[in-house]
């Protein structure tokens, strides 16, 4: 064996075993026990497992070289974790001698520290980029999925990146905005220089600023930005990042909200106001008719008749009143909830103005004169009409233009017909309605301080506005002070018109 | 009794932690430093069964052979993995790819030695949340049936670190015993 071995040409470097099917060493190398772990059991004859333990499971591997079938098995770079101090890296080499397999081990340990150096910058630096890659993509798809609006400008505001929803929401795509100012975005040159000053103290945040927008399209928008500043890899180079949600609908929302309690809060203040004066209102018929039963109560055996009757007289007036007022308050109640329809129905119409006028002529008096004009085309024709809403429009306007008449003032009504229009205009010479209280005419209790001591409930106009409404009609009201007023009424003759 | 030993081998794609868990189920240390590994180094472990099988009085000495990770540039040598009774293929799981390529490492040994045992780990565990584990867990399968598990681990916190090269070492063993 060793003179076999002897015509090899083995370098200094390298140790070898001689080993059988069984790992059994049958000859070694002078100075194998140095890559030995335990150099005690290098011995001719041992198990070589005992002294290199790494050769354990390498016996398939032996046997096939010894049998042929593998040229030869070869094992890079092995080193020991047991070893202290610089570890020792050896290159294994089993090759077939004869019916023996020879273990070539060298010294590789220089080679394997410069090599782990290299793979160590190599591995580091992939490491270092995957980490990094897989943030960015992280950062990417979060900025992507963001559903608010997300702008990243350079510090002069020119815009470096945007997100999906920004394209979405402006309607631009990423090449019509790369590049332009964020001004073509946020037109609130306000909130931009806010925003700019910001550049002072990077750790503070815009937040919460609304904006109106437009969409590429012009369409209006209303946004809710907020912005702050990061510093870029250049010093004194901020960028700035704005992050905008759109709260159209919101703000839409709010407005109809709005609008809703502004209307509850309405209805509230009438009802307030129509509780006060209602009661007011009957308070007074109501005492008036306590004082006259009182005073009949105790003085009807001294008075005479007339006298007496002169109380009976006011309780019946002030019963009246009442009345009136509690049909009024009656009317308009329903009204309010809906329950005053229109509901047209054939009317012999001249017949019916008439019957009007002559009911409050007579409720006048002879002091005050009611013209009716009627044009003769109308004689005897039969429309289409709502009575009742027509009763109430005509009898409070005619009531209100006799009402505020000086005595012996005339009262003109003419009544025309024209495209399908009924047009009634009841003028007076009245005391007129100040100005200021044109606007409030329809409101309910709303009285013009110019009304003295004629009694009224405040509410004729407003049944007189509904029932205008209802019909889909116009009203409008001409007056000046202590010259008179007049009132114009039209209403569509062929139902309601199509609103 | 004769302490049996067994070849076992580490691999898997460069720092997914293979240094990590042996030095961690050796030596019970951890250290957050990465220090690549080059060639093969061979650690050493003698394994109780009874852990696993109380009535169990073996002891299984294994070698442990810590390989080179797998890099772009460079496969795993299949020299280094003849004659190993099991492997231990090791994923990140904080890295996708790692993950992907546990199949190829699978394949690559059990083309080596069809009758080794396989146990899979994902490991670094500690740095995922458990659903994202559960979800990595759900979309990976391995149809040999060599592979014993698929095994969270962390040889940060220790996690089924020595549950995992115990149970690798007991079925080796049984493998032989049956
Ligand atoms: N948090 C955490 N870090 C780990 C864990 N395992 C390993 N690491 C870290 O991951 C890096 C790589 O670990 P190694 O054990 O060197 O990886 P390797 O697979 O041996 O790498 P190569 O030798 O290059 O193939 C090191 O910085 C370790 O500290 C773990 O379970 N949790
Ligand atoms: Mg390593």
Redesign the interface.
């Known amino acids: 064996m060793n003179s076999l071995l002897e015509k090899l040409y083995v370098p200094g470097h390298i140790e070898y075993l001689i080993l059988d099917p069984n790992l059994v060493i049958l000859d070694k190398s002078p100075r194998v026990e140095r890559f030995a772990e335990f150099p005690q059991d290098v011995a001719i004859g041992q198990d070589a ?1 005992l002294s290199f ?2 050769l ?6 032996v046997q096939q070289i010894i049998a042929g079938n593998t040229q030869n ?10 070893q202290a101090g610089t ?1 020792l ?1 050896i290159d294994f080499n089993f090759e077939r001698i004869g019916n023996n397999a020879i273990l070539l081990m060298e010294d590789v340990t220089e080679i ?1 520290v410069l ?2 150096s290299l ?2 910058r ?3 630096a ?2 270092l980029l ?1 980490a990094l890659k ?1 943030s960015e993509d992280y950062n990417k798809k979060i900025i992507s999925s963001m559903g608010d609006a997300l702008f990243v400008t350079t510090g002069s505001g020119k815009i470096k990146t945007i997100n999906q929803a920004a394209q979405q929401l402006f309607g631009y795509s990423e090449d019509e905005l790369i590049g332009q100012p964020i001004a073509l975005i946020i037109e609130d040159e306000q909130f931009l220089l806010e925003a700019s000053q910001q550049k002072l103290s990077s750790q503070q945040f815009l937040a919460g600023v609304e904006v109106l927008c437009h969409r590429k399209n012009g369409g209006e928008l209303i946004v809710e930005f907020s912005c702050s500043v990061i510093q870029t890899r250049i010093q004194g180079s901020p960028a700035f990042v704005y992050i905008g949600r759109d709260i159209t609908a919101r703000k839409n929302a709010e407005i109809e909200m709005n609008k809703a309690l502004e209307k509850e809060k309405e209805l509230n203040d009438l009802k307030s106001r129509f509780i006060s004066m209602t009661s007011h209102e009957f308070r007074n018929p109501l005492s008036s008719i306590l004082m006259s039963v009182d005073i009949l109560e105790n003085f009807a055996d001294e008075w005479s008749e007339d006298r007496k009757d002169s109380h009976l007289q006011r309780i019946r007036q002030c019963t009246t009143t009442m009345t009136s007022l509690l049909d009024d308050i009656l009317i308009i109640g329903r009204a309010e909830v809906g329950k005053l329809e229109f509901k047209p129905s054939p009317l012999k119409l001249t017949d019916f103005l008439q019957y009007i006028v002559e009911d409050i002529q007579l409720l006048a008096g002879s002091d005050y004169k009611i013209a009716l004009n009627l044009s003769p085309s109308l004689d005897g024709k039969i429309f289409q009409l709502d009575e009742k809403l027509l009763r109430h429009i005509l009898t409070n306007l005619l009531t209100n233009a006799v009402k505020y008449s000086p005595q012996g003032g005339q009262v003109d009504f003419e009544v025309r017909i024209e495209n399908n229009w009924l047009h009634l205009t009841i003028q007076d010479q009245g005391i007129g309605i100040p100005p200021a209280d044109q606007e409030h005419l329809f409101e309910c209790f709303h009285r013009a301080p110019n009304v003295g001591d004629i009694s009224g409930t405040g509410l004729g106009l407003s049944i007189v506005k509904k029932a205008v409404d209802l019909y889909r009609g116009k009203i409008v009201c001409r007056s000046e002070l202590g010259v008179g007023t007049t009132f114009q009424v039209d209403l569509p003759l062929n139902g309601i018109p199509k609103s | 009794m004769a302490i049996i030993s067994k070849k076992v081998c580490m691999i898997g794609d460069f720092g997914v932690g293979k240094t990590s868990l042996i030095r961690r189920f050796v030596e019970r240390q951890f250290s957050d430093q990465y220090l690549s590994t080059v060639g093969v180094k061979i650690s050493r472990k003698i394994v109780n069964l009874q852990h696993l099988e109380v009535d169990l009085s073996q002891e299984i000495k294994l070698l442990i052979w810590d390989i080179e990770g797998q890099t772009k540039f460079k496969a795993i040598a299949s020299s280094y993995l003849q004659g190993a009774s099991g492997i231990l293929v090791v994923a990140d799981s904080t890295r996708q790819e790692t993950i992907e390529h546990l199949q190829d490492h699978v394949k690559q040994f059990v083309a080596i030695n069809s009758n080794g045992m396989i146990a899979v780990a994902l490991n670094k565990v500690d740095l995922v949340d458990p659903e994202d584990i559960e979800q990595i867990r759900k979309n990976m399968s391995f149809s040999e049936h060599q592979v014993l598990g698929i095994y969270n681990t962390s040889a940060k916190t220790g996690q089924n670190v020595d549950h995992i090269f115990e149970t690798l070492a007991f079925k080796i063993w049984r493998q032989d015993n049956r």
């Open positions: 497992r333990p790494e354990v499971g390498s016996e398939t591997i098995s070869y094992l890079e770079g092995i080193t020991r974790s047991s570890p890296y394997m090599k782990q793979l160590q190599a591995n580091e992939e490491l995957s897989a």
